[in-house]
């Protein structure tokens, strides 16, 4: 009896002590086939493989818009520069298509870490408006494209202010708050430049 309790001693200690010196720890999934790799603080590489919680409720309702508000604002940033007739307003569109470009590739690694997939395209009403506005050329143009980033950013703005306090997922919170600021200074743009229209 004391035998085997000795024996049994020794190997749970073991199985510990090789637990406790393991630096980094390498787990494949076989739902995916990806790989994530623990380091030894603790920390996950979300670069790999899905690691967070889902998305759930208002915080994947609002990532679902924001991709799709983000398209479109990349969308119409890059019509802007073809068929705008001010400079100031093309000028604009390549803002609006540099930021919000980088804005979407932030959601979508972040929705991918929570193992979302974001639509590859924008919703049935946004696409709708471009294709109407892709018609526009000149001072027509550059009126509706204005007036529209004015809307769009004040709704904007609104939408990631609330995500910026109450997003359940603390990453989701974190990217609202810090792409806020840029929202309010697309907005202060299309307001100055609104005023020289």
Request: aromatic residues 4%.
């Amino acid at each position: 009896m004391k035998m085997r309790s000795i024996t049994f001693l020794m190997g749970l200690s073991s199985v510990l002590l090789f637990s406790c010196n393991n630096d980094e720890t390498t787990t494949t999934t076989t739902e995916d086939s990806s790989t994530i790799t623990t380091l030894d603080s603790g920390t996950t590489s979300t670069d790999m493989a899905p690691t967070g919680t889902p998305l759930m409720g208002e915080d994947s309702t609002f990532a679902m818009e924001a991709a799709s508000g983000g398209m479109m604002e990349v969308e119409a940033g890059n019509m802007a520069q073809q068929n705008a007739s001010s400079q100031r307003v093309k000028d604009f569109g390549a803002m609006m298509v540099r930021d919000h470009s980088q804005a979407n590739n932030e959601l979508k690694s972040l929705a991918s870490s929570r193992n979302m997939m974001l639509p590859d395209s924008m919703s049935k009403k946004h696409r709708d408006h471009l294709t109407a506005m892709g018609k526009m050329t000149g001072k027509s143009f550059d009126k509706h494209y204005m007036s529209m980033m004015m809307n769009d950013h004040n709704k904007d703005i609104s939408n990631f202010e609330k995500t910026s306090k109450s997003a359940t997922d603390a990453d989701l919170k974190a990217f609202a708050a810090k792409t806020l600021p840029v929202l309010k200074m697309h907005l202060d743009s299309v307001k100055a430049i609104s005023k020289k229209m």
